[in-house]
Nanobody, 122 residues
């Protein structure tokens, strides 16, 4: 089992930036892909971005490509999501996820963090 703790959410104006971080502990963190999902009010949870265990492969939802960047520090067991040019539609609870697996056209995860709120005002 992997324990995940997110940090870095908050309130920002449209066009601004935020950086989310996720610290993993428990199972050896270097053996699985990690990533981020989000859930807006009234909507289903959706995949945002993922990164392979080596950090050599990254994946992004079309809605965030070119604006968000995921990175991973294997030594420190930390995954970060740099979010630039934020839009009001990016407002959601963001969840760190571990043990990502392909699931049809999207991804599933075996472990989840508690979530951190990101609010983008217009």
């Amino acid at each position: 089992q992997v324990q995940l703790v997110e940090s870095g959410g908050g309130l920002v104006q449209a066009g601004g930036s935020l950086r989310l971080s996720c610290a993993a502990s428990g199972r050896s963190s270097s053996s699985y892909a990690m990533g981020w999902f989000r859930q807006a009010p009234g909507k289903e949870r959706e995949f945002v971005s993922g990164i392979s265990w080596s950090g050599s492969s990254t994946w992004y939802a079309d809605s965030v490509k070119g604006r968000f960047t995921i990175s991973r520090d294997g030594t420190k067991n930390t995954v970060s999501l740099q979010m630039n040019s934020l839009k009001p539609e990016d407002t959601a609870v963001y969840y760190c996820a571990a043990v990502l697996l392909p699931n049809g056209s999207t991804w599933s995860a075996g472990s989840w963090g508690q979530g951190t709120q990101v609010t983008v005002s217009s």
